[in-house]
């Protein structure tokens, strides 16, 4: 299993980013993926999930109505575009899937956002 994320970079605040996640090695169309970030000094923490079955999204609370979770199948592919970006969502960001009882993680990729 891999999950291979991208898209990060640095940008203004109030600017988007779209992350990707490429995945391969597993029945991506019956698992959710998740999205996880991690700043500097701090926890990881989940920022949101898709389901696999019908799409249903999940967000943080500080990250709500500004990021959008979304996934193509034929692809294995999640994405997560960011919008409104503020210095608070600088960190490295993850994504996530958890198949056949094992918990997989992406390499990360970095979002920088300058104020």
């Known amino acids: 299993v891999q999950l291979q994320a991208s898209g990060g970079g640095l940008v203004q605040t109030g600017g988007s980013l779209r992350l990707s996640c490429a995945t391969s090695?597993?029945?991506?169309?019956?698992?959710?993926t998740a999205w996880f970030r991690q700043a500097p000094g701090k926890g990881r923490e989940g920022v949101s999930c898709?389901?696999?079955?019908?799409?249903?999204?999940y967000y943080a609370e500080s990250v709500a109505g500004r990021f959008t979770i979304s996934r193509d199948d034929a692809k294995k592919t999640v994405y997560l575009q960011m919008n409104t970006l503020k210095p608070e969502d600088t960190a490295l960001y993850y994504c996530?899937?958890?198949?056949?009882?094992?918990?997989?993680w992406g390499q990360g990729t970095q979002v920088t956002v300058s104020s």
């Open positions: 996530y899937t958890a198949w056949r009882g094992y918990n997989y």
């Open positions: 090695g597993f029945s991506f169309d019956g698992y959710a």
């Open positions: 898709i389901t696999s079955s019908d799409a249903d999204t």
